[in-house]
């Protein structure tokens, strides 16, 4: 079963193929993604490596955490899943404000 691994502390400079080649030697790869900045397309100091075998991934983290990887620390540990956002607006529902909504008799 697949394991994902969250890597965080990255340099601005890692690539998805940097991080992939980092982690190589720990076992079999899936992915490997360095997540960027949708505006700037730069590196957000952060990304994800997602091993074949758990027991690569557990490995991994013990090899690779507090490691140098282009010149920066890294912070290697098993990703969480993102919790789901709620849907609407904060703050919604109908009427109140300043008395825009309001129905006049």
Known sequence: MAKKLFV???????????????????????????????????????????????????SAISKMDGTSLDGKTIKVNEAQEKSPRSGGRSGGGFGGGRGGGRDRW
């Not at 190589?24 to 700037?40: H, L, N, Q, S, Y």
């Not at 590196?43 to 490596?49: D, L």
């Open 8 to 58: 965080g502390g990255l340099s601005w400079d890692t690539t998805d193929e940097g991080l992939r080649q980092a982690f190589a030697p720990c076992g079999e790869i899936t992915e490997a993604k360095v997540i960027t900045d949708r505006g700037t397309g730069r590196s957000r100091g952060f990304g994800f490596v997602t091993f074949a075998q758990n027991e690569d991934a557990k």
